[in-house]
């Protein structure tokens, strides 16, 4: 997911301002092509490195995990 999340917003830059006027519109069509229409057609291993071009790999998730969670708690550096 975090993989996913990171292409989208490459792809998107404008997310967090979408989401905060209630547009959802460009994420579910984002999702649509890329991943939805593809889902039956590949392993998931297979369809992660075609959507992202990388193989599956934790650090996009640790970013945003350390983000959300510094964010949250007023945490400095992890």
Do not use: C
Not at 31 to 36: H, I, K, Q
Not at 58 to 75: C, F, R, V
């Amino acid at each position: 997911g975090g993989q996913l999340w990171a292409r989208m917003n490459q792809d998107l830059p404008d997310i967090p301002q979408l989401f905060a006027r209630g547009e959802f519109r460009p994420v579910l069509d984002w999702l649509s092509s890329n991943l939805y229409s593809k889902a039956s057609s590949a392993p998931p291993k297979a369809l992660i490195t075609e959507i992202t071009g990388k193989y599956l790999d934790p650090q996009p998730w640790l970013e945003y995990a350390e983000q959300k969670y510094a964010d949250l708690y007023a945490l400095t550096a992890l």
